[in-house]
């Protein structure tokens, strides 16, 4: 069953660096993270690369394989011929740290400067009640587990590095409609969405959906949704004319506008 | 900001350091910054990565929003013959009483729970729990609880510092700690905390056996950090092996197949397609289990009346009936036993309630188990042996030191129950991020200081594989730790097996010695296990000489020589691991268990 994968291996660091050649032993079942790991093991024992569960559960072995943006750990050696040479670079998007370990960084502060969830008080005994067909909504977005592959593709900061301090990418994207379809939340952060996330440069290429390991519906359920709402807060002639004749629809009445948090209590090393 | 280049080393003062970012660092840090400490966590990973996020199953807490019989006195009473009854008694009601509260904690936080009809909070079975009473969503709760607690940490502004090592912790004349060290993955440069509290949260030891459902990470940190500074280990010989982890692809072989399966309405076949389970009902469970499958079917609509299913009694119970089927030679194709809930329940039940087992099957080995059954094997899970500390503050013996979460000891006793751990995540972090703060508070100006004679020792002891002559490769080591303790300290041992264990890690201690890493500091994987290793070693160390000394079997700990469960001896006493005057190996002493009150132990009398 066993037979030698040839895989091409970016190494380097911020200053520069090149596709190395590997020839590896590999057998049936495998995962490209599989192969890499024995190239460490006996070829390479100070090829950076970044992972934890091998499981698909944590989203920490995010890479371009063969130009396509994956998890190391969920990429079957099957899906390529036995001849075929695997190259596998890292994530484009963020600052290169060594080979593959990228600085991922921006996914941490755009985090931070989202605000969080904001409840009511609990009902009289202690608990709170919400319909599973409500939470199911919130709940798919939650199954994110921040590879940060629908950033790496978004190509609104895919080499547009000027556009990254405007733009929170789709993550966040699914963040804020996860709050925004929260049926408890009392925070109003659709201005938050329009103006410092920049939800209005995404143009709905589905790049994200495309590569989400969980399957999120990324463009149709988060970020289509979110810029209705967004919209209808803006220019909906019956919010509007509710709002100067003084009749308030629920949604208006119950939620305050959430203000901006803060980045920077996440801590990296002094260069 | 308190950063300082030093030397060419970073320097930060704060109250209180917590070590690891999973459930319990993250509660503890916000508990700790709730009481006004000036904290931060310093993880070896990624925010959001920790090892909590395959948790699966769900949180125990007694909240009776299902069965409002369910109340802390059972939850307690189940966590106590769970754990053979070797469990410290106040962890274990402390856990049971306050889990409830934890957990709508997470839903003020922005947790999104699986509800019940009436809008509550969905509660579901679990092996060795009397009622429904895991807390979920789908089978991906642990990283619903991980995002939760990472965004409330986040949100409240408490600092962290991500990929980043901690190798040492440091100490005063006094004996209480001063501070840690550590270096950055990213660029290899050393970094000093000066901090009089240091909460270990660190995790488990699984990365030593083969056969795991733990990541790399899993290498036993807390626990040679906190016996290199003086503390104790407890209970260190029992070690948890999961019923059900995957066995094919072999790439995969010990990834966790969660117990939400059997849960939901899973059974266990043999290759002769008998549910085998029945025949391995031991004496202590019989009056609460099933002993026909018509019973054991009837028992999820009706619990009143109806026992529950020997597929769920405590995961040690199983993982044994399974190894024993497999030995006998009634296995499935590769080496395991079958998980079936195809023919149970119907496909849009088994999408809906386990959505992750769907997915790591159908993308992993092309198995729909919605369609046929799961090949599954033992797995080591979960060590239920960690730093002794005491049950209300989570300190160690050494003054400042606490330790929460799986790197602590005796809140499971012989064996955990499913459910069981992410509830003493919550509860116990709490409570040791509040004792911490508490302490530094008390301190005034009274600081413990780092003493710079430690610091150069720990900078030279970090860089010490780069300067060895030798040749031995870390990846080679840890290959035979892992294979050695598979092999030896597994899931059934012997006593001549344990002691060749001994020589076999006295061996690969000598070889750790010369192990040699190549390149340089920055983001070098070689160099990280090469100082993980150090870790893992001493910590298997103490894991087969606790083994070997225990000569009875009981909960995550079975012994071929010794198959009976000695209450009259093993029932009363702890063995207690420490580090030996010459600092190179583990020492063991005995300890009797915290008595239970009187008013406790009606809970027990009746069965």
Partial sequence: MGYRLKMKLWRGDKSGGELKDYEVDVSEGEVVLDAIHRVQAEQAGDLAVRWNCKAGKCGSCSAEINGKPRLMCMCRLSDFEEDETITVTPMRTFPVVRDLVTDVTFNYEKAAELPSFSPPPRDADGKRRMAQVDVERGQEFRKCIECFLCQNVCHVVRDHEDNKPAFAGPRFFIRYAELDMHPLDTNDRRELAQGAAGIGMCNITKCCTEVCPEGIKITDNAIIPMKERVVDKKYDPLVWLGSKIGIRNKDTESRVPAKQGKAGHIKRPAH | ?607
């Fill in chain 2, 1 to 607: 900001m308190s950063a300082s280049e030093q030397g060419g080393m970073e320097r930060h003062q704060y109250d209180v350091i917590v070590v690891g970012a999973g459930g319990a660092g993250l509660r503890a840090a916000i508990a700790a910054h709730d009481a006004g400490a000036k904290t931060a966590v310093v993880c070896k990973s990624l925010l959001g990565k920790a090892h909590t996020v395959m948790a699966e199953g769900g949180i125990a807490a007694a909240m009776g929003n299902r069965w409002p019989e369910d109340n802390w006195e059972v939850h307690f009473r189940d966590t106590m013959r769970g754990g053979k009854m070797l469990n410290n008694w106040r962890m274990a009601q402390l856990h049971a009483q306050e889990a409830p509260e934890r957990v709508q904690e997470l839903e003020d936080w922005g947790a999104l729970f699986d509800r019940t009809e009436d809008g509550l909070i969905s509660q579901r079975d679990f092996g060795g729990h009397k009622y429904a009473r895991l807390a979920h969503v789908g089978d991906r709760t642990g990283l619903e609880m991980i995002r939760t607690l990472q965004q409330r940490t986040v949100e409240l502004g408490i600092d962290v510092f991500m990929e980043c090592t901690v190798t040492d912790l440091f100490k005063d004349e006094s004996g209480a700690i001063s501070g840690a060290f550590g270096y950055w993955r990213e660029t290899g440069r050393f970094i000093q905390f000066d901090a009089p509290a240091v909460i270990l949260a660190t995790g488990g030891i699984g990365k030593s056996f083969k056969v795991t459902s733990n990541s790399w990470e899993y290498t036993g940190d807390g626990h040679a950090l906190a016996m290199r500074a003086g503390a104790a280990l407890i209970n260190m010989e029992f070690v948890q092996f999961h019923p059900t982890g995957m066995v094919w692809p072999p790439s995969v072989k010990g990834l966790l197949v969660t117990e939400s399966v059997r849960g939901d309405g899973g059974i266990l076949k043999n290759s002769e397609g008998k549910r085998f389970m029945f025949d391995y009902i031991p004496e202590f469970f019989k009056s609460e289990t099933a002993d026909t499958e018509e019973e054991a079917d009837a028992w999820y609509e009706d619990k009143k009346n109806n026992r529950r299913p020997p597929e769920l009694l405590p995961r040690d119970e199983v993982a044994r009936a399974i190894n024993s089927e497999i030995k006998a030679g009634r296995g499935s194709p590769h080496g395991g036993i079958f998980l079936d809930i195809a023919s149970r329940r119907t496909p849009e039940f088994i999408k809906k309630r386990l959505p992750s087992m769907y997915h790591q099957f159908k993308e992993l080995a092309d198995v729909d188990i919605t369609a046929e059954p799961m090949e599954i094997g033992p797995t080591c899970h979960y060590v239920m042996g960690g730093v002794e500390v005491d049950a209300d503050t989570q300190e160690s013996a050494v003054p400042g030191l606490y330790a929460v979460g799986e790197c602590s000891g005796g809140m499971h006793g012989s064996n955990r129950l499913g459910g069981n751990s992410l509830g003493d995540l919550l509860v116990f972090g709490k409570l040791a991020g509040e004792h911490a703060a508490k302490k530094v508070s008390g301190l005034g100006a009274n600081r413990p200081a780092v003493a710079p004679d430690d610091v150069a020792a720990a900078a030279t002891s970090a860089v010490a594989p780069f300067e060895v002559e030798g040749g031995e490769n870390p990846y080679a080591i840890q290959h035979d730790l892992q294979q050695a303790m598979n092999d030896l300290v597994g899931i059934i041992r012997e006593g001549a097996e344990l002691e060749q264990a001994l020589a076999d890690i006295e061996a690969l201690k000598e070889r750790a010695k010369q192990m040699v890493v190549e390149g340089h500091r920055q983001y070098n994987p070689g160099w990280h296990l090469a100082l993980d290793l150090r870790n893992m070693l001493i910590v298997s160390e103490s894991i087969a000489k606790a083994a070997l000394a225990r000569e009875e079997s009981r909960g995550g700990h079975t012994r071929n020589d010794f198959p009976k469960t000695d209450h009259e001896v093993w029932g009363k006493k702890n063995l207690v691991v420490t580090l030996n005057d010459s600092g190179d190996g583990v020492q063991l002493s005995e300890k009797p268990l915290p008595v239970m009150p009187d008013e406790l132990k009606k809970y027990f009398e009746e069965s």
